[in-house]
């Protein structure tokens, strides 16, 4: 049992994502031993607390929420300054297209290079706080880079495992900070596969997405922050781009959190959430139209958004259930199309975003098509990250 020093966190328990079943919060946990689904945290939202006694506002990273993160103990913080990313408006594509309020949040501009580092700089500092030995993970790209950068800060082993087509940029980084690295042919399931067979005796913790509960708590800081930035006032409609789908379901989290806390009213109008994804790999789709019952034998191939090459997300029902409390919907673009929405950002807004946040400005120009965005509404995209490393590619393909 974890004994710690006295903390802001309100952290409470556990719940299994499917059934509810509770379980100890002070204890090294991973998936569900009920269901084999995602373990969610639960905090005390009963107790009175303001925005003004919840957030630390001399904090400007993700930590500023520590009352309702889960580390107990700011000793096992593991920070590289990851979180309260800014939110751009984008004026010339937005008149160019018609749209009265275009917003993007950057997330290529945490350390790291991605969103990847909140989830990794939480999971690793609980990693750190409940004593485990080292970490290990699959992955598409950035969140390999994250763990083996958060892993040196804390001074804890790294094993990363990616595909082999992965972009060179990636693997250069993980090795620079001193992580062990293995390629695998494949997409990142079958490094899933291969993260089992490495660590068959569990000597390390596997923080793959959802596989353990603490990676999901520091993404949805990213709704914490939405929501403080927009003065209290959401969006109508978020896009996201959705591979694990961690960030959509954190994101939809926070909001919830936040109505029970008070910090948004129990009736606000919360925004209808988008998850964007490939179509060379849309699982998540082909299962939201039924025409598959999961995600389970889904076959995908390799796409320019790294990220968003995960055929068999575990996080499937959860983010699911955010579509239906939304009544948001599921998008997925070619790679063409990716393409063609990093060079209208680069062009008219000097943003480089990666293929992934690329494919969430084409899924907002496909809904407004459609008629599903409505020009007046106030539309917010996510970036997850910089196009540096992706350069391998999208090199040379700058121009049509």
């Known amino acids: 049992m974890l004994v710690a020093t006295p903390s802001v966190s309100r952290l409470r328990a556990l719940h299994c994502s499917a059934c509810g079943t509770a379980y100890s919060a002070f204890d090294l946990q991973r998936v569900s031993a009920c269901c084999a689904v995602p373990l969610v945290a639960d905090y005390d939202t009963a107790g009175p607390l303001t925005p003004a006694d919840g957030i630390n506002t001399a904090d400007a990273s993700m930590w500023r929420y520590g009352a309702l993160l889960p580390l107990l103990d700011d000793q096992y913080k593991v920070t590289l300054g990851e979180g309260f990313t800014p939110i751009l ?14 917003l993007l949040k950057d997330e290529g501009q945490n350390p790291t290079g991605s969103f990847k580092a909140r989830g990794l700089s939480m999971a690793v500092s609980k990693a750190l706080e409940l004593g485990v030995a080292g970490c290990i993970i699959p ?12 892993c040196a800060r804390a001074g804890l082993p790294a094993t990363v495992v990616m595909p082999r087509h992965t972009p060179d940029a990636f693997k250069e980084e993980c090795y620079w900070y001193g992580a062990d690295v293995e390629l695998v042919d494949g997409l990142i399931s079958d490094c899933g596969a291969r993260v089992r067979q490495l660590n068959a005796a569990g000597a390390l913790l596997d923080v793959s997405t959802l596989k353990e509960p603490y990676r999901l708590e520091g993404k949805k800081t990213m709704g914490y922050e939405i929501a403080e930035q927009l003065g209290w006032q959401l969006p109508d409609v978020l896009l996201y781009p959705a591979g694990g789908g961690t960030g959509l379901i954190g994101i939809w989290k926070a909001f919830r959190e936040m109505q029970a806390l008070g910090w948004l009213a129990l009736d606000a109008k919360l925004p209808r959430m988008v998850a964007v994804q490939a179509e060379n790999c849309c699982p998540l789709l082909e299962t939201y139209a039924g025409r598959q019952p999961n995600c389970s034998h889904y076959q995908g191939r390799p796409t320019l958004a790294n990220g968003l090459a995960v055929p068999h997300p575990l996080g499937e029902a959860m983010m699911l259930q955010v579509l239906r409390e939304s009544q948001g919907t599921v ?3 070619s790679e063409e199309g990716m393409l063609a929405g990093m060079r209208e950002l680069g062009q008219q807004e000097g943003l480089f975003v990666a293929p992934e946040g690329a494919a969430v400005w084409m899924a907002a120009r496909q809904l407004l098509a459609t008629g599903w965005l ?13 196009a540096q490393k992706y350069l391998a590619n999208v090199q040379g393909r700058s121009r049509v």
């Open 374 to 386: 409505q020009h007046h509404e106030q539309i917010l995209l996510l970036n997850t990250g910089s």
């Open 331 to 333: 998008v997925a673009i």
């Open 89 to 102: 408006p984008l004026p010339r594509l937005g008149a160019l297209h018609g749209l009265n309020s275009l």
């Open 139 to 150: 992955t598409a790209g950035n969140a390999g880079v994250a763990l083996a950068a958060y």
